[in-house]
């Protein structure tokens, strides 16, 4: 059965005015129920029925009543007329109450219920016009198939091909006719409200609400008649999205949909931090497509025009399958203007960040799943990350699936990492594993000239209390004393041994009892310009000790590291050796107690780093294929 039976019952009450009018001059109410009856199938139209029937001069009053077998039902029914509208086709108004339909199964409709006013409701060569005031309450549609919508609670088939929608809230207001020959229902400048509807699709339900627009055109539409839907706002909530400003004209010809919307993205899939909304262009043109499929554009970008995110691609109508292409333009970080929170709400404890990011991937879904695959480049990034300043990050993030992130081992390059203790030249083969966390597999670092590392961790991307225990190897001793800012003090040799790092949720790093000793005996110096005053006044202990310092050689050196990195850290040195120029090198053992910071050493280092060579070819081959797509290749 065709879409055209949704107007059946309204085509059917109106020639009700008829039967009236017979009864009127009759004067037998029985007459009316036999035009209903027996008449109406010989214009095409179902047969009515009616409990009971009440026929005035200018009213009929019908209760119980049933069309289709009692597929529909009325349960009251008023007209108003008058004679001479009759006569000329016209009745003044009618009023259905308390409407329920099993719907047109054939035609897409499932079960539906409300009320309805019609007024100045007239017919003319086979033309019925109303302007018509309904509520209804739909349970379920189907937009583009000739299939019968799938049973309620059920999800929608992949060989459907139809968009289906449930719990459909609708009020309609406006002009309304209908052809009975050609049985096309055509509105102009229909006030339409959708209170509430659920939209089905592949990923899950998406679910409308407070959606305006005027619908005008034709139903079912054609080539040469489309259906034109110009929405001027509502909102949506689904698949983990929010948006509301929903505007935009959506036209439905005989080849489907085409048009263009626009909305407010309030909430991106795992957002759970305020952010700022971003704006969302949306195109849709139903000519351009192949093989029944839908070509989609969408623009994404923020109210200042610093972000820019191009979508591209195809799907079937009823949203099953389907393939996209999305490329990010190269967006520039600075404090003060564009940052990673704008992006997305996860982002926004990152802190103040600078450098440079761009995005290209491939997303495809069908019956068999979602495929994804993401790229992301990050160049000389400057961030606070759970409270570690990162300088210079560069490396390509490959993700085949955005949230939770996960993605392939790969590697990635920080030129420094302020943790307290001058951690540069950071390599690192790591994965998001798609739980929450980053999976390290190692980590490689430069620590006052020697070699730091770390074995397998898992660091969580919500951030929290964690241990990471630092390998060294054969740092300087040389570096390390410049740390301690004390003029005069110079030493010569390396250490090694642990140093375990404690991340706090407050972002607070503390080193716990770092221990290095020395690798082989090796030259300590301390030769102030003028001693500290608190050596200076010191016993004839102290005096001996600035003695010893001036020329000692160590045969083994301990160095313990505690304390907060933000802080001053306090280091505890014990040397083990002699001087030779005193008391003919009699041996002393020396224990020393210092305070001073480790960050300058970070800077420093960082006019020598240099990004590993295959990290820049992954950068530099990235930039290349974006460069494709932004040009259409």
Partial sequence: MSRRRLLLPLAGLGLIGLGALSGVLAGRDHLVLWILRDRLPAFGLPVIEAQSLHLGATSLTASGVSLENGQTTIARLEAAFTPQGLIGGRIDSLTLDDVTSAGWPAAGVGPLRGSARAEDLGWSGGQITARLAADLHLDRLVFGTDDAPPAEGDA????????????????????????????AVVGDGLATTLGDARLLTAGGPVILTAVEGMVSGQIPPSATVPLTLALTTGQIEGLDIKADGLSGPLVFSDQGPSGALTARLTRLPGDEKPRAPLTLALSVDAQAGEGGRLPITAHLGDKSGRLAVVVKGEMTPDTSAGQIKLAAKPMTFKAGALQPGDLHGVLNGLGPVAGTLAAKGNLSWDDKGVSENVQILLKDIDAVVQGIPLSGLNGVLRLDQLWPPAGPMQEASVAAIDLGVPLTALTLRYRPDGKGALRVETASLTLAGGRVSTGALRVPLAGGRMTIPLTIERVGLAD?????????????????????????????????????????????????PS????????????????????????????????????????????????????????????NVTLNGALAQLVRSNLQTYAIPDRIRENMDQFMDSLRQIEGGG
């Fill in 531 to 590: 001693p500290p005053t608190t050596l200076a006044q010191g016993n004839q202990g102290v005096a001996l000790l600035l003695l010893a310092l001036d020329n000692f050689h160590y045969q083994s050196l301990g160095l313990t590291v505690n304390g907060p990195s933000s802080a001053k850290l306090t280091l505890g040195l014990r040397v083990q050796g002699a001087n030779p120029d005193l008391y003919d090198g009699y041996p002393v053992d020396l």
């Fill in 480 to 528: 390390l004393a410049a740390l301690v800012k004390l003029d005069g003090l110079t030493a010569e040799g390396s250490l090694s041994g642990t140093v375990p790092l404690r991340l706090e949720p407050d972002g607070g790093v503390w080193i716990d009892n770092a221990s290095l000793t020395s690798d082989a005996p090796g030259l300590l110096r301390y030769r102030p």
């Fill in 156 to 183: 929608p088939s992949a060989t459907t091909g139809g968009l289906v929608v449930e719990d459909i809230g609708l009020k309609v207001l406006g002009p309304l006719s209908w052809n009975r020959l050609s049985g």
